[in-house]
């Protein structure tokens, strides 16, 4: 075995001497592709399946499984050749041209390189190996990928949730590994099919429009998984947030304007974590109002949702309308028996993990008043924090019950990293509460104004464009998957993550808001012209035209109502002088600010889309990187 071992090496290096002597010879080139391919052989071929000779500059073109475009590999398909050995880092990542790469059905082991470089792969085919280690976190740079198979593995962890960030992806096949932790929203509108069956998947499936699409094999093999597209109903144990909102360590206030607690009692069992301050009398009152009542007939709703759990669906194309209208139908009594009894309705599946009980024994933080009601932030019994928004009668319109049931259905199906989950929503008595994930770290609205002085600088460029990219995409998200808008994006509305990224909050709520009732002044800067002085509600146009607004307020650190009214040639002139910077960043500020020109337009038609809005900030981000390439001497 050993002496065939270092046959082969010797081989290989005979190989690279034939290379080096045709490289030297008659002005002859050969591409380092050639030299790439042979180091990945020289590790992954330990039993030399690949019979790769080189006699003239460009044969490695003609080698199995290799094809060139322009003396450049573009495609390299080596499945079922019975490869054995690791995947060498820099080698065939060093094929920048490639498109299709195929390595499927061998014996290859070890963890997976980093692929970054491959930023023109379209089809990766890794499947069926032994590699092992967690999702390789530089596949999620390659944006071009509309295939990816990774199945029958031994990789493990999390799947991560920025895997919904491959806008392009048609298949993905991440089935028959070991992966763990919960499901992320997946919801690009060309994923067509999904295999996550196999591994060791919990808590319940999102609820996204792509993910509704599919049947439950596409699951299957996953015992902790529920939902209602699995069709198993999620038990009392499964949890109803991930880790990073429970066990954060959070700061008290959220917003500039929190200052002193507002606590609901506890009850006699909980005396120990009581507080003193004042009762937060209208969100007690919405709670006691109805608690008795919804105690009453939960019974009957746990009974009848339980019954409507046990339906079994046959799987398979012919019967897919069927279970629709049946879903649908489900849901809409689902709603009705909420409505009629008073209790917290949870979206997308989510097992419920509070009462109306365990929020009137909350302690509760104002964090803020906005246009449609106020806002604040729960700390519950079980040390779980969630943001509760109660929604002002005088300000929201009228609208029936089943119609905000419905809205909020709709508006909890809307799963994106950069949007803050909607949990629940709850309506009785004419009360109403939208209940959100707790979001640590502030808002945009502080990170720009709140704890700076006036001569302060506004945030660096590369600030500005990273919470303007998770903004857009976040946007661009809610126009591209739903009839729905935003309606009040503003910088009290951007909230920053765990990991400080930008997450749009609020979303959606201006459908309740009486178009009769004078606007703070704070919602108003952001207003599109044709919205304004008028009964128009807002378009999707409008949210183009705030989040122009917002860029500006961004780049300038000065908030919207201080901007003034310019030409696009002039405004450039007035984010230069506002951030008085070396004028080191100029070029990059212009494109900034030209995207910022063009969403704030006087007229709606001449705004573009906010998918191409985040197609235009997603450009100025890789000019730049090119740039700083170019720069460092990076190929």
Not at 252 to 264: A, D, F, N
Not at 607 to 613: E, G, L, S
Request: glycine content about 8%.
């Amino acid at each position: 075995m050993h002496g065939g071992s270092r046959r082969a090496t010797a081989a290989l290096l005979l190989l690279l001497l034939q290379i080096i002597s045709l490289a030297d010879c008659g002005g002859s080139t050969v591409s380092s592709d050639a030299v790439w391919l042979l180091s990945f052989k020289r590790e992954a071929d330990q039993d030399n399946r690949l019979l790769y000779t080189l006699n003239e500059p460009y044969d490695y073109c003609e080698w199995e499984g290799v094809k060139c475009a322009q003396g450049r590999v573009v495609r390299f398909v080596v499945q079922s050749m019975g490869l054995r050995g690791p995947f060498p880092p820099d080698t065939l990542t060093k094929l920048d041209q490639l498109r299709v790469m195929s390595l499927r059905n061998n014996s290859l082991y070890g963890p997976i390189p980093d692929l970054s470089p491959l930023t023109n792969l379209k089809s990766l085919f890794l499947d069926h190996n032994n590699f092992s280690g967690s999702f390789p976190p530089s596949l999620l740079l390659l944006h071009r990928l509309l295939t990816l198979s990774l199945s029958h593995n031994n990789l493990s962890g999390s799947i991560p949730v920025r895997l919904t960030l491959l806008d392009r992806l048609i298949a993905l096949r991440l089935d028959s590994n070991n992966f763990s932790g919960t499901l992320p929203p997946l919801n690009q509108t060309a994923l067509k099919l999904l295999n996550v069956s196999n591994n060791n998947l919990t808590g319940p499936v999102p609820v996204t429009p792509t993910l509704s699409k599919l049947n439950a094999a596409s699951f299957s093999g996953n015992p902790g998984l529920c939902g209602e597209i699995v069709h198993r109903e999620c038990g009392s144990r499964s949890r109803f947030f991930g880790p990073a909102t429970s066990t954060s360590t959070a700061p008290l206030s959220q917003s500039e304007q929190s200052r002193g607690i507002l606590v609901v009692p506890a009850s006699a069992q909980t005396k120990r974590h009581q507080k003193t301050g004042l009762v937060v009398v209208g969100f007690v009152v919405a709670v006691v109002v109805v608690s008795g009542f919804g105690l009453s007939v939960g019974s009957v709703v746990r009974r009848r949702q339980a019954a409507a759990g046990k339906a079994v669906v046959a799987e398979g194309d012919e019967v897919e309308g069927v279970v629709e209208v049946e879903e649908r139908e489900v849901k809409v009594r689902r709603m009705e028996e909420a409505h009629r009894s008073g209790k917290l309705v949870f979206c997308c599946g989510e097992v419920q993990q509070y009462t109306l009980e365990m929020l009137m024994r909350a302690s509760a933080e104002l964090l803020g008043r906005g246009s449609v009601g106020t806002t604040y932030k729960a700390v519950l019994d079980s040390r779980l924090i969630v943001t509760v928004k109660r929604l002002d009668g005088g300000k929201s319109g009228g609208s029936d019950g089943m119609v905000f049931e419905r809205h909020m259905e709709a508006v909890g199906r809307l799963r994106h990293p950069n949007l803050v989950p909607l949990r629940a929503y709850f309506q009785a008595k004419g009360e109403r509460l939208v209940i959100y994930d707790y979001q640590p770290n502030g808002s945009l609205f502080n990170l720009v104004h709140g704890s700076r002085s006036a001569r302060a600088k506004p945030l660096h460029w590369t600030s500005c464009l990273k919470i303007a990219e998770d903004v857009a995409h976040g946007l661009a998200y809610i126009h591209q998957v739903s009839t729905l808008i935003h309606g009040n994006l503003k910088s009290s509305n951007v909230l920053l993550g765990t990991d400080f990224e930008a997450c749009i909050t609020d979303y959606c709520l201006s459908f309740f808001a009486d178009p009769s009732f004078t606007e703070d002044s704070d919602s108003a800067a952001y207003k599109a012209p044709e919205a304004r002085n008028s009964s128009r509600r807002a378009t999707s146009k409008s949210d183009v035209y705030a989040f122009g607004v917002l860029l500006l307020e961004l780049l300038t650190g000065k908030h919207p109502s201080q901007h003034p009214f310019l030409a696009p040639a002039d405004l450039q002139d007035w984010v230069r002088t506002m951030r008085d910077d070396d004028g080191s960043e100029d070029n990059r500020l212009e494109m900034l600010t030209e995207v910022a020109s063009i969403c704030s337009a006087t007229s709606p038609e001449q705004r573009p889309a906010m998918w191409q809005v985040l197609k235009m900030i997603q450009g100025i981000k890789d000019s730049v990187s090119m740039e700083d390439n170019s720069f460092t001497g990076i190929s």
